[in-house]
């Protein structure tokens, strides 16, 4: 296996570099990467129940970005983008602006909304004049370039970081407002790299149009009634019932996306992408990051080789034909991972969650976790390996699971690499689904192990009465476990209203730049809005996003 392995890659090696003669190969193209588990062997701890993830491994952050990319939730709750994709807008999608200036067509460097309820606020006019709105349909695949996170958001807390390494090899802090120039600069590099269309969020997806000819054609410029939107005095607008039903529709629009599969409009070539938690790509943000919560985690502070290292991948993949990915539909992939986990997880926590003293009620939770990890772990629970009855009851490091840990932990990715070609993003992706997959089946093999022994497996019940005080200690156990399980994988599924919205509500999490104006102003005007003082990003949901129900119908609170 490992022959074919290596044979492949140098195949792959030879080809890309006849494809991409002009650009060094990285560093990183050798095959050792594709090994997840090799550092593991060295010790022979690979499936040692008691071994977690490494804590400087990002695995499970590059596996839930990578999971929720273009998704309104997870990267309105993150802000601070790390990663940057290609993708296609394909032929016949609609796209939507709104004229400020009055009955102008945009040829150059302006932008479009995937919903006419985002583009229609900036369709701007009297009553007498009505204001001009411009339907566009695409009619050839556009590329475009997607950066994750609240990435149209003009706030100082880093959510440019990445545009900025690429319009300006740096950050430029005093820029942050100056999207004239930043669309300039993204426009120039891209369309010198065949990039029509960079691809960002705020309120909904918007995207920044290099050119509005080549990719696109009008199918209508409308001289319309206007939302009437309340003028641009804030002290007006509290009490305005259409500006605030209108900015309402407008967040109703994007809730459409707030979750898997998020915005399909654009189709990412996830063979391609760009991660700043790729510890070998940016070996610089490392040290930033240790003993950092991930709401502080920034790009802010790569070095100057680590930009120069993006940005050759980064002209590298947009170079690349479409061939020389291995075909793998990541987004798939990674998806059948948390579809699989995230809510018998979410289950077990609740399971868990209750005060040990009350033993009917303790042992009957206990049966019922037991009872989910066989359910997740029968595929890989093989006779051979339970042990004989009685004879483990005092080996504390239950190895005899070790074989059903491999089972469950390699089951979504053995066959992955093992034939065909990995681009350097695919490897990234593929050691993400092993450390994400590897630390959930440790996790959870190592409960039902013990738990098995202790009598609580469903299919093995004890001889004799559990011994309750024995199983109060590992419940306990158990629940820090998945506790910190779940926090570590975070997964975005797992964050919503608790309890649902009513019928007449919608679940809402604050948005830039709505939710974060004082209590007394909740809906300014747009560009009195900008001009508001910014909350303290450091302070309580400001910095870290909580969601809440909202009403859909008038009136309306946030
Ligand atoms: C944006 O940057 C350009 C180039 O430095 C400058 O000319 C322009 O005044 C800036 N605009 C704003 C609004 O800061
Ligand atoms: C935009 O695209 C059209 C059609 O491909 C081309 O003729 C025109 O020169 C382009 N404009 C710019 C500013 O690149
Ligand atoms: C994690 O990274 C930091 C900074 O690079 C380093 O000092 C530390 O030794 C690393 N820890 C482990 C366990 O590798
Ligand atoms: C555990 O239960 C308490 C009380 O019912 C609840 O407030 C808390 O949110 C629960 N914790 C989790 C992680 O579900
Ligand atoms: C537990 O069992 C494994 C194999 O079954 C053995 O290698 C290990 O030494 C045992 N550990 C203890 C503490 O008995």
Same mark, same amino acid.
């Given at each position: 296996m490992r022959s074919v392995t290596k044979a492949a890659v140098w195949l792959f090696l030879a080809v890309e570099r006849v494809l991409t003669a002009q650009i060094p190969l990285s560093p990183d193209y050798h095959d050792e990467s594709l090994d997840f588990y090799s550092h593991f062997e060295r010790d022979s701890?690979?499936?040692? #129940?008691?071994?977690?993830?490494?804590?400087?491994?990002?695995?499970?952050?590059?596996?839930?970005?990578?999971?929720? #990319?273009?998704?309104?939730?997870?990267?309105?709750?993150?802000?601070?983008? +790390? @990663?940057?994709?290609?993708?296609?807008?394909?032929?016949?999608?609609?796209?939507?602006?709104?004229?400020?200036?009055?009955? +102008?067509?945009?040829?150059?460097?302006?932008?479009?909304?995937?919903?006419?309820? +985002?583009?229609?606020i900036f369709c701007r006019g009297t009553v007498e004049t009505g204001c001009w709105h411009a339907t566009f349909a695409v009619t050839r695949p556009m590329k475009v370039l997607y950066f994750d996170g609240s990435s149209a958001a003009n706030i100082p807390e880093g959510t440019?970081?990445?545009?900025?390494?690429?319009?300006?090899?740096?950050?430029?802090?005093?820029?942050?407002?100056?999207?004239?120039?930043?669309?300039?600069?993204?426009?120039?590099?891209?369309?010198?790299? /065949?990039?029509?269309?960079?691809?960002?969020?705020?309120?909904?997806?918007?995207?920044?149009?290099?050119n509005f000819t080549s990719h696109m054609e009008v199918i209508s410029f409308s001289n319309l009634d206007n939302f009437r939107l309340a003028s641009?005095?804030?002290?007006?607008?509290?009490?305005?019932?259409?500006?605030?039903?209108?900015?309402?529709?407008?967040?109703?629009?994007?809730?459409?996306?707030?979750?898997y599969p998020g915005e399909t409009r654009i189709i990412l070539d996830y063979s391609a992408l760009i991660s700043f938690y790729d510890n070998d790509l940016v070996p610089s943000l490392v040290p930033r990051r240790v003993g950092v919560e991930r709401w502080d985690h920034r790009v802010a502070g790569i070095s100057p080789e680590d930009i120069e290292r993006v940005k050759d991948r980064l002209a590298q993949v947009l170079e690349r034909p479409p061939v020389t990915a291995s075909g793998i539909d990541w987004k798939t992939v990674l998806r059948s991972v948390v579809d699989r986990y995230a809510s018998r997880l979410d289950v077990m926590q609740y399971l868990m969650n209750i005060t040990l003293d009350d033993t009917p009620v303790l042992l009957d939770r206990a049966r019922k976790v037991q009872r989910q990890l066989r359910t997740m772990l029968a595929p890989y629970i093989l006779l051979a390996a339970l042990p004989p009855r009685g004879s483990v009851e005092v080996n504390a490091t239950n190895s005899w699971?070790?074989?059903?840990?491999?089972?469950?932990?390699? @089951?979504?990715?053995?066959?992955?690499?093992?034939?065909?070609?990995? @681009?350097?993003?695919?490897? #990234?992706?593929?050691?993400?689904?092993?450390?994400? @997959?590897?630390?959930?089946?440790?996790?959870?093999?190592?409960?039902?192990?013990? /738990?098995?022994?202790?009598?609580?497996?469903?299919?093995?019940?004890?001889?004799?009465?559990?011994?309750?005080?024995?199983?109060?200690?590992?419940?306990?156990?158990?629940?820090?476990?998945i506790e910190r399980l779940m926090s570590w994988l975070d997964w975005s599924v797992w964050v919503k209203c608790r309890p649902a919205c009513g019928v007449e509500e919608m679940c809402y999490l604050p948005t830039w730049p709505l939710g974060f104006f004082p209590p007394d102003h909740p809906f300014p005007a747009w560009n009195s809005a900008l001009k508001l003082p910014w909350p303290d990003p450091n302070e309580g949901e400001w910095k870290r996003p909580q969601h809440k129900c909202i009403r859909r119908l008038e009136p309306y609170g946030f």
């Amino acid at each position: 296996m490992r022959s074919v392995t290596k044979a492949a890659v140098w195949l792959f090696l030879a080809v890309e570099r006849v494809l991409t003669a002009q650009i060094p190969l990285s560093p990183d193209y050798h095959d050792e990467s594709l090994d997840f588990y090799s550092h593991f062997e060295r010790d022979s701890r690979q499936w040692d #129940l008691d071994e977690p993830y490494d804590v400087n491994a990002t695995g499970n952050l590059v596996f839930e970005t990578v999971n929720s #990319l273009l998704q309104h939730w997870a990267n309105t709750r993150y802000r601070i983008g +790390h @990663t940057i994709v290609p993708g296609i807008v394909p032929v016949g999608t609609i796209l939507y602006h709104g004229a400020i200036t009055g009955p +102008h067509i945009p040829t150059a460097l302006d932008w479009v909304s995937v919903e006419p309820e +985002h583009s229609m606020i900036f369709c701007r006019g009297t009553v007498e004049t009505g204001c001009w709105h411009a339907t566009f349909a695409v009619t050839r695949p556009m590329k475009v370039l997607y950066f994750d996170g609240s990435s149209a958001a003009n706030i100082p807390e880093g959510t440019m970081d990445t545009q900025d390494l690429v319009a300006w090899s740096e950050m430029r802090p005093e820029w942050v407002s100056n999207d004239t120039q930043r669309i300039r600069d993204l426009c120039k590099w891209g369309l010198k790299n /065949g990039i029509n269309g960079l691809v960002r969020m705020e309120m909904n997806f918007e995207i920044m149009i290099c050119n509005f000819t080549s990719h696109m054609e009008v199918i209508s410029f409308s001289n319309l009634d206007n939302f009437r939107l309340a003028s641009d005095n804030p002290t007006d607008l509290p009490d305005d019932p259409n500006n605030v039903h209108q900015v309402f529709e407008m967040m109703h629009s994007a809730s459409w996306h707030e979750n898997y599969p998020g915005e399909t409009r654009i189709i990412l070539d996830y063979s391609a992408l760009i991660s700043f938690y790729d510890n070998d790509l940016v070996p610089s943000l490392v040290p930033r990051r240790v003993g950092v919560e991930r709401w502080d985690h920034r790009v802010a502070g790569i070095s100057p080789e680590d930009i120069e290292r993006v940005k050759d991948r980064l002209a590298q993949v947009l170079e690349r034909p479409p061939v020389t990915a291995s075909g793998i539909d990541w987004k798939t992939v990674l998806r059948s991972v948390v579809d699989r986990y995230a809510s018998r997880l979410d289950v077990m926590q609740y399971l868990m969650n209750i005060t040990l003293d009350d033993t009917p009620v303790l042992l009957d939770r206990a049966r019922k976790v037991q009872r989910q990890l066989r359910t997740m772990l029968a595929p890989y629970i093989l006779l051979a390996a339970l042990p004989p009855r009685g004879s483990v009851e005092v080996n504390a490091t239950n190895s005899w699971a070790a074989p059903v840990f491999q089972g469950c932990a390699t @089951t979504h990715t053995s066959s992955i690499g093992t034939s065909g070609i990995l @681009t350097p993003s695919e490897r #990234l992706l593929l050691r993400a689904v092993r450390e994400t @997959t590897r630390e959930i089946c440790r996790v959870t093999t190592r409960i039902w192990a013990s /738990g098995f022994i202790a009598g609580l497996d469903p299919l093995y019940p004890a001889d004799q009465n559990l011994d309750a005080d024995r199983i109060r200690i590992l419940m306990g156990e158990w629940n820090e476990d998945i506790e910190r399980l779940m926090s570590w994988l975070d997964w975005s599924v797992w964050v919503k209203c608790r309890p649902a919205c009513g019928v007449e509500e919608m679940c809402y999490l604050p948005t830039w730049p709505l939710g974060f104006f004082p209590p007394d102003h909740p809906f300014p005007a747009w560009n009195s809005a900008l001009k508001l003082p910014w909350p303290d990003p450091n302070e309580g949901e400001w910095k870290r996003p909580q969601h809440k129900c909202i009403r859909r119908l008038e009136p309306y609170g946030f």
